[in-house]
Structures are given as structure tokens and as C-alpha cells.
């Protein structure tokens, strides 16, 4: 799917999870790095848990990353 997808879209990542542990799922889902390009600009992770924290009980979403 995602082989198909890459030449119409730009593949990002949305995760409430922590970007170290996204990251590290994405070197499994996709270890050479052909489908998910610059993955530190478009992988939209918390950095940390403070922030991860205030994701959760605050109720903000993808535009307050």
C-alpha cells in the first residue's frame, strides 16, 4: 500500500506516543527510508512526556505540535 501511496502523498506520522519510541517503529515499518522521508519534520510526536501530558489531559491535537 504504502509503495503505491508514496508518489501521490506525503506520508507523515501522527502519534500521541513519544517521538523516540515513533522513530523506532519506523525503523522497522520502514528500514531504508523509502516511504517515510525527513522523518524529523513529518513524524508529529510528542518530544516528551511533559508534553505527551499536557496531548492527554489538555484535549489538543495535531495543530498544537
Keep these: ?5 508514496v508518489p501521490f502523498c506525503t506520508l507523515y506520522v ?4 513519544l517521538k523516540h519510541y515513533v522513530m523506532k517503529i519506523l525503523e522497522k ?6 516511504f517515510f522521508l525527513e522523518r524529523h519534520i513529518r513524524v508529529l510526536a510528542p518530544e516528551n512526556q511533559m508534553r ?5 489531559t489538555c484535549g489538543k491535537s ?3 505540535l
Excluded: A, I, V
Design 1 to 5: 500500500m504504502l509503495r503505491f501511496l
Design 14 to 17: 501522527y502519534s500521541h506516543g
Design 29 to 34: 515499518l520502514d528500514p531504508k527510508n523509502e
Design 52 to 56: 505527551q501530558l499536557e496531548l492527554k
Design 62 to 64: 495535531l495543530t498544537d
